[in-house]
C-alpha cells in the first residue's frame, strides 16, 4: 500500500478519512474516491478538503442517506437522482452517479478505493471544457508532469466513448483565465504561480497537433 499525502487535508477531513468506516457503504454499490483530494493525496500539490464519491451503477440515494445516518451525524443534506450531497463532521461528501469506467485500476488505501491520476486527468479536462476553476487548472499543471496533453487528449475518448464533446472546445477552454482568474490559489504544498499555471497551458497548447 503506498504511502498518500495525507498532509495535504486539513485535519477534520484526514480526521474522517481515518475515521470512518466506508466499508458500510459497499452493500450500495461499488464506489471509489475521485476529484481534488483522491489527486492532492497521490501528489501531494495542493490542499484539498472535499470528498467525491463516484459509483459506476446506479445507486439509491436514500438508502445511502439511511446507512451514512447510522454512522454520524448528517448536515444540509440534499438528495437528487444519483446524487447525495451533505456534510459530516464539518466535510462536505458528494456521491455521484459516474457511468464510466476507470481506465485504470483504481488505488487502494487504508479501506477505500482511490481513482488512478490518468482517470482523473480526464475528468478534469472535461471539467475545464465546461469552464473549470483555478483548482482544475493547478491541478492539471501537475498532472502534466505525468501525462503529456496530447496522451490525456487521445484516452478522453476512451474514457468517454459514448459522450458527446467537442474537442476543440476543450482544447479552447485549456486557455481560457478569465474565470479562473478572479479566484483565489488554494493553499499549496508544491510551490507554483499561476502565471506558471497559465504558461504551462498555452506551452502545452502549442504541442498539440489538430
Not at 10 to 25: E, G
Not at 163 to 188: C, G, W
Not at 194 to 210: C, D, F, H, L, P
Request: proline share 4%.
Amino acid at each position: 500500500m503506498r504511502n498518500m499525502h495525507l498532509q495535504t487535508l486539513p485535519q477534520q477531513t484526514a480526521n474522517l478519512l481515518n475515521t470512518f468506516d466506508f466499508s458500510v457503504i459497499n452493500p450500495i454499490g461499488n464506489f471509489y474516491l475521485s476529484g481534488g483530494t483522491a489527486l492532492s493525496l497521490q501528489i501531494g500539490h495542493r490542499e484539498s478538503e472535499d470528498l467525491d464519491f463516484f459509483f459506476n451503477e446506479d445507486f439509491d440515494p436514500n438508502k445511502l442517506l439511511e446507512i451514512l445516518s447510522q454512522q454520524r451525524k448528517l448536515e444540509s443534506v440534499g438528495i437528487e437522482i444519483g446524487t447525495l450531497n451533505t456534510y459530516i463532521s464539518g466535510v462536505k461528501l458528494q456521491f455521484l452517479h459516474y457511468p464510466y469506467e476507470l481506465l485504470q485500476n483504481g488505488l487502494l488505501w487504508n479501506g477505500l478505493v482511490l481513482s488512478s491520476v490518468l482517470d482523473i486527468a480526464c475528468t478534469k479536462l472535461q471539467t475545464i471544457g465546461m469552464r473549470g476553476g483555478k483548482k482544475d487548472f493547478i491541478d492539471l499543471f501537475f498532472i502534466l508532469d505525468q501525462y503529456p496533453l496530447d496522451f490525456l487528449i487521445h484516452k478522453l475518448s476512451e474514457k468517454y466513448p459514448q459522450v458527446q464533446y467537442s474537442l476543440p472546445h476543450i482544447l479552447k477552454s485549456l486557455t481560457y483565465f478569465e474565470d479562473a482568474n478572479e479566484q483565489p490559489m488554494p493553499r499549496m504544498h508544491k510551490d507554483v504561480t499561476w502565471e506558471q499555471v497559465q504558461a504551462k497551458m498555452i506551452q502545452s497548447m502549442r504541442k498539440i497537433s489538430m
